[in-house]
């Protein structure tokens, strides 16, 4: 089955605890992203990567690290969580290039108090 | 930029129609919809390519004009399943944008029996 799969799903974390956020996929897309999403300003891109090696900021990078080390893995990492980043958040993937339809991760709740 | 959706909220009865709007800054390749239900991933409901075209899906349709950078979804004879926060997604024809998937803020429909 095509799917994208986040780890974990749920977590409650401490002001300055790093943590990772893992997502991995199984349709060999050269192109995968991370998204958050707040209340009323939908879904906004945080950083992406069009293939292995190869990531770019999305438009709220700050406080997030990427890596693509595998064509199928793309953790995001947040090296000191801070309240402002708590959110939901979503991991991505699809076939390069335009016009293409994006596959959704289940989402991933954190909560950093 | 992200793309401006009108209206922020609708409520229907079941039976009626609703039209949500999508508004770009830029010069599109295409325009992605997707719905989605509280606390769950977006779901695909469809691609619009530049051209102009008009797409449906049961009784979910969309146009898209690219000369106005607009798209519009058509929901006709709602149905209680149709509930959830809707969103477009604008694809940029060239440069930086090309390629690059940015979600409007979403629109909320909530369809009463």
């Known amino acids: 089955e095509a799917q994208v799969t986040q780890n974990p799903r749920y977590l409650i974390t401490v002001t300055g605890k790093k943590l990772t956020v893992t997502c991995s996929q199984n349709?060999?897309?050269?192109?995968m992203s991370w998204y958050r999403q707040d209340p009323g300003l939908g879904l906004r891109q945080i950083y992406y990567?069009?293939?292995?090696?190869?990531?770019d900021k999305g438009d709220v990078p700050e406080g997030y690290k990427v890596s693509r080390k595998e064509k199928r893995n793309f953790p995001l990492i947040l090296e000191s969580p801070s309240p402002n980043q708590t959110s939901l958040y979503f991991c991505?993937?699809?076939?390069?290039?335009?016009?293409?339809?994006?596959?959704f991760g289940e989402g991933s709740w954190l909560t950093v108090v | 930029q992200q793309p401006v959706q009108s209206p922020q909220a609708v409520i229907l009865r079941e039976g009626e129609d609703a039209v949500i709007n999508c508004s770009s800054s830029?010069?599109?390749?295409?325009v992605h919809w997707y719905r989605q239900k509280h606390g769950e991933a977006p779901v695909f409901l469809m691609i619009?390519?530049?051209?102009?075209e008009q797409k449906g899906h049961e009784k979910i349709s969309a146009s898209f004009n690219e000369k106005k950078q607009q798209s519009s979804l058509y929901l006709t004879a709602s149905q209680l399943s149709y509930s959830g926060t809707y969103f477009c997604?604008?694809?940029?024809?060239?440069?930086?944008?090309?390629?690059?998937?940015?979600f409007g803020q979403g629109t909320i429909l909530t369809v009463h029996p």
């Open positions: 991505a993937s699809r076939v390069q290039g335009a016009g293409n339809t994006i596959y």
């Open positions: 349709m060999n897309h050269e192109y």
């Open positions: 990567s069009m293939n292995v090696e190869v990531t």
């Open positions: 830029k010069a599109l390749y295409s």
């Open positions: 619009l390519l530049k051209g102009g």
């Open positions: 997604a604008d694809e940029g024809a060239g440069g930086t944008s090309y390629g690059k998937l940015t």
